[in-house]
């Protein structure tokens, strides 16, 4: 994919209210929208609990009864399951190593730098078919 990743406000407010309430955790959700040859569009977020086993400060983890919540939703709305957000808190929006480990190709990765609970960075990812680079995509918050 090489389009433009547009983030409409509503959908906005939900990742950066997730992001910073549940600081110093990470928050995670889905992000949902529309797709066409030269940019996707997000409408709407889905804030889902960060089911991780391991510290929450550091990681995040999605059951997978919480994916087909979610792959139910995108369908009852007409709407596609883009991707997932998540935060780091206190740390650079890049991939981290466990984002590396459980990358899902063609799903794109927003990642949200907050930094004492304000936001200071917003980036999206795209894993490459090898799963060995995680490409920056061009992101437009509007
Ligand atoms: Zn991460």
Redesign the pocket.
């Known amino acids: 994919m090489d389009s433009t990743l547009i983030v409409e406000p509503a959908a906005w407010l939900v990742i950066a209210e997730s992001s910073k309430s549940a600081f110093p955790e990470?928050c995670c959700g889905f992000i949902f929208g529309r797709m066409s040859a030269d940019q996707t569009k997000v409408v709407t977020a889905m804030t889902v609990s960060n089911a991780t086993a391991a510290d929450k400060n550091d990681y995040?983890a999605i059951s997978p009864a919480t994916y087909t919540e979610a792959e139910s939703y995108a369908e009852d709305n007409q709407l596609e399951l883009i991707g997932i957000y998540?935060s780091?808190p206190n740390q650079i929006a890049l991939?981290?190593i466990?984002?590396y480990q459980f990358a899902l190709p063609d799903f794109l990765y927003l990642?949200v730098s907050v930094i004492e609970t304000e936001i200071e960075d917003v980036r999206a990812w795209l894993i490459d078919e090898e799963y060995d680079r995680f490409n920056e995509q061009r992101l437009q918050l509007v």
Do not use: N, V
């Open positions: 990470e995040f998540h780091h991939p981290s466990s984002d990642i």
